[in-house]
């Protein structure tokens, strides 16, 4: 069943967000695999992988990469991107039920803010499958923002300009006490043209996502300000690794 998700995660999402996320590719992709622990050529899961760009750069480096993905727009431009090679392989699949065998993969990334989109449940379900698909031993690692850096550096609005006479307009709500933020979205595009839609994404403290990770049956759960393994804080995104 479709959702407001699946709107923003379509082209909506390659016209305002694609291209323009912050951080280098190459040492979030890399920088994730060391941290899991794993030399090409192990097999890797990316959920979701998006439009495939970190995906991309661990199949150059010589892993075998399933990107999975429940928007069948990103995966097309996933697959456009990546020229026809033997890998990655991409998949259409909801991270919550995903159509891989029990312990199919040494690893399992879930890089840039992933989690939140669909509740405390829904987290639940995806962290439950990513351990299922692993194999014993296998690393989970997840990249994400956490509610104590979002709170310092908060902002009600925020606009950008993409090029071309297109905006993309945001205007936020914090809810400090559910973790919780609402942002009513808008893109105005050249000739006119607007989309709108309302969306609540839940942000974790580190102490929240340990719990739900380890809910899912994860023993040992680390959390770092990086995937260099420096210190958690308020001025660093979170990266959690898990086996």
Avoid: N
């Avoid at 639940?124 to 351990?131: F, G, P």
């Avoid at 993409?162 to 942002?183: K, Q, V």
Wanted: glycine share 10%; proline share 3%; net charge negative.
């Amino acid at each position: 069943m479709s959702d407001h998700w699946d709107q923003l995660f379509d082209e909506l999402y390659l016209k305002t967000y694609a291209d323009r996320e912050p951080g280098d590719l190459r040492e979030e992709a890399l920088g994730a695999a060391q941290l899991a622990g794993v030399e090409p050529p192990a097999e890797v899961l990316d959920a979701p992988c998006g439009y495939g760009r970190h995906s991309l750069v661990l199949a150059e480096a010589g892993y075998r990469v399933t990107g999975a993905d429940r928007s069948q727009v990103l995966l097309d431009e996933a697959r456009r991107r990546s020229g026809g090679g033997d890998w990655p392989q991409w998949v259409r699949a909801d991270h919550r039920e995903l159509p891989f065998e029990d312990a199919s993969f040494d690893a399992v990334l879930t890089l840039f803010s992933s989690l939140g989109y669909r509740g405390e449940e829904g987290d639940r379900a995806t962290l439950r499958e990513l351990r299922r698909v692993l194999r014993p031993g296998g690393a989970l690692v997840v990249e994400t923002q956490h509610r104590d850096r979002i709170m310092s550096i908060f902002r009600e609005e925020g606009w950008q300009d993409l090029g071309r006479g297109a905006l993309r307009l945001e205007a936020r709500r914090m809810d400090y006490a559910a973790g919780e933020i609402e942002t009513d979205f808008m893109l105005i595009e050249a000739d006119g043209s607007r989309h709108a839609l309302t969306y609540r994404l839940r942000l974790y403290t580190s102490t929240e996502l340990i719990r739900l990770v380890q809910d899912a049956g994860f023993a040992r759960v680390e959390c770092f300000g990086g995937f260099d393994g420096g210190p958690l804080s308020r001025e660093t995104r979170l990266v959690l690794l898990a086996r």
